[in-house]
T-cell receptor, first 120, second 113 residues
Framework: GAVVSQHPSWVICKSGTSVKIECRSLDFQATTMFWYRQFPKQSLMLMATSNEGSKATYEQGVEKDKFLINHASLTLSTLTVTSAHPEDSSFYIC????????????????FGAGTRLSVL | KQEVTQIPAALSVPEGENLVLNCSFT??????LQWFRQDPGKGLTSLLL?????REQTSGRLNASLDKSSGRSTLYIAASQPGDSATYLCAVGGGYNTDKLIFGTGTRLQVFP
């Protein structure tokens, strides 16, 4: 149980195009999902908290118009990198919290396999 | 602002050795601490979760301890195997009113036959 699917796993795009990454909770409902960014040999940096039915909460320094987040259902959040540039090339990982389990401990997040974005 | 640091940054050992990975955090007001494993180009696999009221957790060859007052956690790996080669990340739960995780810098472990 508690599987998070992230798609695509790898995407190459031209500079200036937009790329959408999907994060799905397959067997549980997630009112809260998280988007992280990871540069090579570095740790995960939280970009934003995605809330179902409301606006995402962005961390300081993350451009909300650059990284559009939509959490339209209890099982799907999307991250769109708009007008991507080479400096946006990175590994993006999503996670989801099981909101259907009231006894679930805080900070328990299930992670997707990540999406490697390469912008040419 | 919470900062999480892991030492060493990289470690290479022969198979069979017992290992200790270290994690330190600057703000002791944490809700819990987790250890994750990340294989190259992959997502994260949760290994152990320690609540702030606990001192340690064990799973198979893994044992994690937590000393909240000193801001430290250790992950002990017994009888290491080549399959243990991965990056190990610790993450602290930032508090009761938040679901956020703050990740450490990671330790890249290589276990050679």
């Amino acid at each position: 149980g508690a599987v998070v699917s992230q798609h695509p796993s790898w995407v190459i795009c031209k500079s200036g195009t937009s790329v959408k990454i999907e994060c799905r909770s397959l067997d549980f409902q997630a009112t809260t999902m998280f988007w992280y960014r990871q540069f090579p040999k570095q740790s995960l940096m939280l970009m934003a908290t995605s809330n179902e039915g409301s606006k995402a909460t962005y961390e300081q320094g993350v451009e909300k118009d650059k990284f559009l987040i939509n959490h339209a259902s209890l099982t799907l959040s999307t991250l769109t990198v708009t007008s991507a540039h080479p400096e946006d090339s990175s590994f993006y990982i999503c996670s989801a919290r099981d909101s259907g389990n009231p006894g679930h401990g805080k900070n328990i997040q299930y992670f997707g396999a990540g999406t490697r974005l390469s912008v040419l | 602002k919470q900062e999480v640091t892991q030492i060493p940054a990289a470690l290479s050992v022969p198979e069979g050795e017992n290992l200790v990975l270290n994690c330190s955090f600057t703000d002791s007001a944490i809700y819990n601490l987790q250890w994750f494993r990340q294989d190259p180009g992959k997502g994260l696999t949760s290994l152990l979760l320690i609540q702030s009221s606990q001192r340690e957790q064990t799973s198979g060859r893994l044992n994690a301890s937590l000393d909240k007052s000193s801001g430290r956690s250790t992950l002990y790996i017994a009888a290491s195997q080549p399959g243990d080669s991965a990056t190990y990340l610790c993450a602290v739960g930032g508090g009761y009113n938040t679901d956020k995780l703050i990740f450490g810098t990671g330790t890249r472990l290589q276990v050679f036959p």
